[in-house]
């Protein structure tokens, strides 16, 4: 997984939960990385309503 498929390339928050499951699931602690990917669903429904929101958007 990438910051690109999971969120704007440049979103830092989707690269540090990614970051973090990786580094989770090498050191074998599979529940830590499932709560990353969870938080990352979470978070990114925070990016469509920044980009598709007219009120930010300045529209």
Do not use: I, Y
Not at 23 to 35: L, P
């Amino acid at each position: 997984m990438t910051a690109t498929e999971n969120g704007p390339a440049g979103c830092a928050t989707c690269a540090e939960l990614l970051r973090a499951a990786a580094a989770a699931e090498r050191a074998g602690d599979f529940s830590k990385a499932v709560d990353c990917r969870v938080l990352l669903r979470r978070h990114q429904p925070q990016h469509n309503r920044t980009h598709n929101d007219p009120r930010r958007n300045g529209r």
